[in-house]
């Protein structure tokens, strides 16, 4: 989900800033008591070939190093950390390097928050469970920690939250989230790309497509929700979307 964060309602709410990483810390080893945590959880990780989770593991250290993770009302635990970073690992694991300038900070809430960052107990209008912000906090994500781990948590939803997410911030590094990710998507397919989206924006808002409602919004969330589905269920949307599978395939660059 995208929208402009306009207030400072959670930060100042919890007496908290999310800190803004300035300097880029030193890639750190991939500690070793991670590897189960990853074989467990991580189902991307655990269909890899040996010499590919250790490429996947120091992409996550590289990524841990120039992105500052913080929490709001609990301390990250080590599988947090490790769901976040494969999240930022797992759409462009098959680039042979990536890193994401438009993101210093990943904060966590324990739950879904509000519009205005809010989360309070007695809130009954928490229904956002990552956004991308924009504006003064350019650079920052928030993630819910349910949300977060529900997306590992079963091999038979659509559903990934913090790659959801992720896949924002790689459509928005050529400067607009609009569901055409330049980095991905050379100049001859942008124009093949944009009719078979919205082909399939129209099957979903006709309820004719088993793809999450949520696609239906516009370019930009559609590409996030469908790769969602890419990464999350691909033998089925090979089976029921297949030129929708074969050009995520190509702008990722996996199978």
Not at 11 to 22: E, K, P
Not at 95 to 118: A, I, M, R
Not at 217 to 241: D, G, I, R
């Amino acid at each position: 989900m995208t929208f402009t964060i306009v207030a400072l309602i959670a930060f100042a709410g919890f007496g908290i800033f999310a800190l803004i990483a300035t300097r880029k810390k030193s890639v750190k080893p991939f500690p070793e008591a991670w590897k189960a945590l990853l074989l467990e959880h991580v189902n991307f990780y655990s269909e890899l070939s040996k010499v590919d989770q250790k490429r996947f593991q120091k992409r996550m250290m590289v990524f841990l190093s120039e992105v500052y993770l913080d929490s709001v009302g609990f301390e990250l635990e080590d599988l947090d950390k490790i769901l976040i970073a494969s999240s930022a690992v797992i759409p462009v694991f098959s680039f042979s390097e990536w890193h994401y300038h438009n993101l210093s900070t990943v904060l966590v809430y324990p739950e879904n928050f509000n519009e205005d960052l809010g989360f309070k107990d007695t809130d009954e209008k928490r229904h956002i469970a990552g956004v991308v912000g924009n504006g003064r906090f350019e650079k920052q994500m928030i993630l819910s920690r349910k949300a977060l781990h529900f997306g590992f948590q079963s091999s038979s939803h659509k559903t990934n939250t913090a790659v959801h997410e992720f896949v924002h911030l790689i459509d928005k590094m050529d400067g607009i989230t609009d569901g055409v990710p330049e980095r991905l998507i050379s100049q001859p397919y942008v124009i093949p790309w944009l009719k078979l989206i919205h082909r399939e924006m129209e099957a979903i808002n006709d309820n004719k497509s088993d793809i999450r409602h949520y696609g239906g919004t516009n370019e930009a969330e559609f590409l996030a929700v469908a790769s969602e589905y890419f990464f999350e269920q691909p033998k089925l949307m090979k089976k029921k979307h297949p030129e929708l599978y074969k050009m995520l395939t190509a702008c990722f660059r996996t199978n």
